[in-house]
């Protein structure tokens, strides 16, 4: 949510220069994993977004919160926990989303009837394609309600099963949807490529048949029967109340003060005068991972860093973003990339890598 507000006020700068530089209303707004859930709900909660475009956003993204305990993927508690992914109210949910009154095909919904292009890797079950499957199927249902099944696409048919990968498949329909909802010069050509290693079954999940909704004339409301007033009754008096006498209180007597406690001194790592710490949260699955790093600057600011992770054995990475690899297993080295070197004393960048094998237990070191 802090993130769509955020894409909020950028447009509402756009809109504020008067289409001399931009248009307000070609704005598309995209991003994978992490960021794919920050862009299917800025898509949502902003009307202004023409083209919406999630990348293997995962659980708290696209997929719905009732498939993910049978599909392996992360676990709602698990993406509870690991961010606020979810906000406090869900934290109630985590163990039984079925009594949950809401599910993610109403997110896309609420982007309805604008663009929207869900882009999605079936390789990796962690991620939960079978059941964002599930959500694009429900969702396009609310698109076809609106008269609009044609400007919602799902495509998982995809070869190249690394996270946040540039898929060629995606070129095609990606252009097709800028165009149409970014360029105005483009037809809708909504598709569902589902890959068959995670296809989820719509029918499985619903009761109900889609409605074909309208704008025509409300139906006739049938007359408001006429009600008899009810006779007025006349109040009985309330009786007076002789006052309670008012009671002198006691006075309170004086505290001495407590004298204060010098805090004991936290233990934990520390960072040197112009270092730089690195934190780590992985996502484990059966035969592969992904892991966070995120960096943090010390008392001065960063113009450039460079992490090591140390590997568990049999772990290798196989793909990297936002940073720029050297070597694949043992002890691994990240250097920034051009865009994320320059941090702010006390602020924060990340970056990530997928890895195989079990990453449990991996360390990084910045400097």
Known sequence: MAWAWGVSRIIDVIEASGGSILRADATGVTGCSRFGKGAIVAGAFDQRIALTMPIESGTAGVPIFRGIPGEGAQSLSSAYGEQPWFGDAFGSSTGNPNNLPVDTHQLLGLVAPRGLFIMDNPHIANLGPRSASVAALGGAEIYKALGAG??????????????????????????????????????????MRISSRAAGNLSQWIDWTTPTLTDGPRPTQTPTPTVTPTPTVTPTPTPSVTPTPSVTPTPTPSVTPTPSVTPTPTTGPTTAPGGCSAVVSLNQWNGGFVATVRITAGSSALNGWTTTVALPAGAGVSNSWSSVGSGSSGTVRFTNAPWNGSVGAGQSTEFGFQGTGNGQGLTATCA
């Open 150 to 191: 044609s400007n919602i696409t799902y495509w998982s048919d995809v070869a190249d099963g690394s996270h946040c990968a540039n898929r060629p498949e995606w070129r095609t329909p990606l252009q097709q949807n800028i165009q149409t909802f970014l360029l105005g010069t483009g037809t809708p050509n909504g598709q």
